[in-house]
Structures are given as C-alpha cells and as structure tokens.
C-alpha cells in the first residue's frame, strides 16, 4: 500500500514534476525525507547546504555528511559557509532571524544563477503549527495566523500537511540517513520551546491537537481569502482612480465597519498609519500626512492619495 507520505509528495509535485528544483538540506531528517522522495521519484533537482558556523563540530559534521551523501547519489551540490554570528551583531538582529536572511538570499541567488524554477523546503505540519503559536502570542492579526504558504513566489514546501512523527516513522521504515541537531533539543529560542515545552502539554489533553490546530489555519486561510475579496470589491468601489491622484469619499469610508480594519488594509499599499488616517476624518482640509512613497490629504469631504516627489 502506498505510503501517506508518498501519496501526498506525488499530489503536490504532479503538475510541476518537469521543473528543475533546489532543495534545502539541513541533513536533518526531514530534509533527508524529502531528497529521498525526490530520488524517488525521479525529479530534476540539485541541493544547497547552509554552514552557519554556529555548532562547531557539528557544523563541520553536518556539511560532511551532505557533501558525502551528494557525491555517493551523483547529486549536485552547492555549500556555503556564513559567518552568521558577525552578520547578526552588525545588522543587529537575532541568531534566527539572521539565519534566516542568509539563507533565503543565498537561495534565491542561486536559483537566478543556475535557472532553478523551485526552492523547495522540508517545513512540516509542526513547524507550520509552531508559528501560529508563535504570532497568535504576539498579537498578530489574520495574516500572521495562517502560518507558512505551501507555495510563495518559487518557494515550495509539499511537507505542510505531514507531522513530524509521520516523517520520522516514515525515515525508519525507508532507511533514511539522517544528523541529529543537538540544538533541536534546548529550549534557547521561542519555537524550541513551544516545540519542547507548551505543544506536549497540549498533547497530553487531546491526541489530535495538531490535527485540529490544521483545521484552525485551514479555517482562517477561507476566511482570509473571503476578507481579501471584499476588500477588492470595496476598494474598486469607493477609490476614484485619475492619473496623477486617487480619491476617496471619508463618508464611505465612515460607512465600513469595523471602519479601523477597512482603513489599515484599504491603505496598505501606500505605507500610512490607519490611526493618522482616521484622524484625518475630523482634520481641518488642507491637512495631510505623508508615507516614504504617498501623500495623503484632506480636501473637504474626500482624502486624495497623491505619490510623493
């Protein structure tokens, strides 16, 4: 019988199976999953490894094994090595978030340099739980909660819908090689500790939580996309489009509610404050507020979007 795993990678890849993809390999075994699956089933694809320099010997260990496991599959591989700690004090940044940036960059100038048409990435079901803990802890509105898209510009990620348990039995049974990354278990950032600490908790009440928790941003991912329509219609409806200037009636404005809501993403696009915006509601006319890009001015009954010099 087919595997869960492998039903789910054949769906996702099918109607991209001819394109030519760029996998991120940690060496972990959820990236080792996913290069296996692509052998499997005969993609095109080559594989890029990040040395951070953050775990020494492990570091060193984790780029050998990469290095090994292309050469012993016949596999492309490109490596680098970052300087991650320097980058983060410089541009003053978290470890993480630095990672992060170097990594994506790297990728993206790989994928312009060698004509890659996916950057593919082994986040799972748990990883995409974890930051919908994560943003709903922070305050975050709608869009902070649907958590990582399977697919964003030429980033892909067919693993969304798989727990980690699932991958790591899946490893078991198939014979994947895989590094274990000792950091995983510390709980020295934000996510290792929702991921060691608070989602076992909510595991010992419900066996199915994170299956639920998926229903949750499945859930709000519709309502997004419904949210996102009106705004369309709105927008299309109430904003007068002229070739140097856009103008909006305050009073269709005042109409919408929740008035603070329409107003933020209606003006998204132009980079202004909604709280200022609202204020000019009530400003005498003649008043104004500026963004990096636009100016916003009030001229009676109307606020008029004019782009900045």
Not at 36 to 43: E, Y
Not at 90 to 100: D, L, Y
Not at 269 to 275: L, M, S
Request: hydrophobic share 35%; aromatic share 12%; glycine share 4%.
């Amino acid at each position: 019988m087919e595997d869960k795993i492998d039903k789910i990678f054949k769906d996702k890849t099918e109607s991209i199976k001819r394109s030519k993809f760029l996998i991120a390999l940690s060496g972990g075994v959820d990236s080792m999953v996913l290069a296996n699956l692509f052998i499997k089933n005969n993609l095109n694809f080559s594989v890029a490894h990040c040395n951070f320099r953050l775990r020494s010997n492990e570091s060193e260990g984790d780029e050998k094994f990469i290095f090994n496991w292309s050469a012993k599959k016949g596999i492309k591989c490109y490596i680098s090595r970052f300087n991650t700690t320097d980058y983060c004090k410089i541009n003053k940044i978290g470890i993480q978030e630095g990672a992060r940036n170097l990594r994506y960059k790297w990728f993206k100038d790989l994928k312009e340099l060698y004509d890659f048409d996916y950057i593919v990435t082994a986040h799972h079901l748990d990883d995409q739980i974890e930051t919908y803990l994560i943003n709903s802890m922070r305050g975050s509105g709608l869009s902070g909660l649907l958590g990582i898209p399977e697919k964003r510009d030429t980033i892909f990620r067919p693993f969304l819908k798989i727990l980690k348990d699932e991958i790591l039995v899946y490893a078991k049974s198939n014979k994947v090689d895989f590094r274990e990354d000792s950091s995983n278990s510390k709980n020295d950032y934000y996510r290792n500790m929702i991921r060691n600490s608070i989602i076992p908790q909510f595991r010992k009440f419900d066996d199915n939580v994170m299956l639920k928790f998926q229903t949750t941003i499945d859930n709000l991912n519709s309502t997004k996309i419904f949210a996102d329509q009106v705004l369309v219609e709105t927008k299309n409806k109430i904003f007068n489009y002229n070739s140097d200037h856009i103008k909006v009636k305050i009073d269709d404005l005042k109409n919408l509610i929740p008035v603070e809501y329409y107003v933020h993403h209606l003006f998204i696009d132009y980079k202004f404050d909604y709280k200022e915006i609202i204020k000019l509601f009530k400003s005498d006319s003649g008043k104004h507020i500026d963004s990096n890009t636009h100016k916003l001015t009030k001229n009676k009954n109307y606020l008029i979007i004019t782009k900045n010099d």
